[in-house]
């Protein structure tokens, strides 16, 4: 099992940028694909973005694309979210997830094996 840890959340203003991190430990983590959610109040967890095994694979879900950037480092063990020109809209809690023995990224929140606990994101218009 994977133990995933968040950070880098905050309050920013609109039009600023954050960059979230998460630290992967327990099980190797470039065997798992990666992927990003967020759960806003009284709404449900939705997916963001994902990365697969490689970084050249990568989904985004519409409304962050051009905003939003999936990474990995694998020497690390870290998946990062940097999330730019953030929108009040994006003000959520951010969760990383691992898809075990995963290559291809996938967007489905029931594919994905191990959470985190979440970062806070707040965006202030």
């Known amino acids: 099992q994977v133990q995933l840890v968040e950070s880098g959340g905050g309050l920013v203003q609109a039009g600023n940028s954050l960059r979230l991190s998460c630290v992967a430990s327990?099980?190797?983590?470039?065997?798992?694909?990666m992927g990003w959610f967020r759960q806003a109040p009284g709404k449900e967890r939705e997916f963001v973005a994902a990365?697969?095994?490689?970084?050249?694979?990568?989904l985004y879900t519409d409304s962050v694309k051009g905003r939003f950037t999936i990474s990995r480092d694998n020497a690390k063990n870290t998946l990062y979210l940097q999330m730019n020109s953030l929108k009040p809209e994006d003000t959520a809690v951010y969760y990383c997830?691992?898809?075990?023995?995963?290559?291809?990224?996938?967007?489905?929140?029931?594919?994905?094996?191990?959470w985190g606990q979440g970062t806070q994101v707040t965006v202030s218009s």
């Open positions: 327990g099980r190797t983590f470039n065997t798992c694909a």
């Open positions: 990365i697969g095994r490689i970084s050249t694979m990568t």
């Open positions: 997830a691992a898809d075990y023995d995963r290559f291809n990224p996938r967007m489905g929140t029931y594919d994905y094996d191990s």
